[in-house]
Nanobody
Framework: QVQLVESGGGLVQPGGSLRLSCAAS????????MGWYRQAPGNQRELVAS???????IFADSVRGRSIITKHNRNNTLSLVLNDLRPEDTAVYYC???????????WGPGTQVTVSS
């Protein structure tokens, strides 16, 4: 099973932007669907955005129009750009294969995004 490590989070002011990256330990070319998920304190993990090799995109209503997800098969990374960040975007962000990921998928450490002035 490919291992995924997220990076790029941080503290950002409302209205700012972040680019999150997810590095895979092996090839992601054969993984048709990959997604970004997030979990805020006290909440369940939720889908933020997903992408397929065929270019199908799905976005949560809360981020549609201000986020971009890209799957880079050449360098085995998945990225997420979040614009116009809001306090409600504060969460730990994770990447995973599948939508939803299989029950035996081992989640990475995630990357913390905090939106605050």
């Amino acid at each position: 099973q490919v291992q995924l490590v997220e990076s790029g989070g941080g503290l950002v002011q409302p209205g700012g932007s972040l680019r999150l990256s997810c590095a895979a330990s092996g090839s992601i070319f054969s993984i048709n669907v990959m997604g970004w998920y997030r979990q805020a304190p006290g909440n369940q993990r939720e889908l933020v955005a997903s992408i397929t090799n065929g270019g199908r995109l799905i976005f949560a209503d809360s981020v549609r129009g201000r986020s971009i997800i890209t799957k880079h098969n050449r360098n085995n990374t998945l990225s997420l750009v979040l614009n116009d960040l809001r306090p409600e975007d504060t969460a730990v962000y994770y990447c995973a294969p599948g939508e939803p990921p299989s029950s035996d998928f081992v989640w990475g450490p995630g990357t913390q995004v905090t939106v605050s002035s």
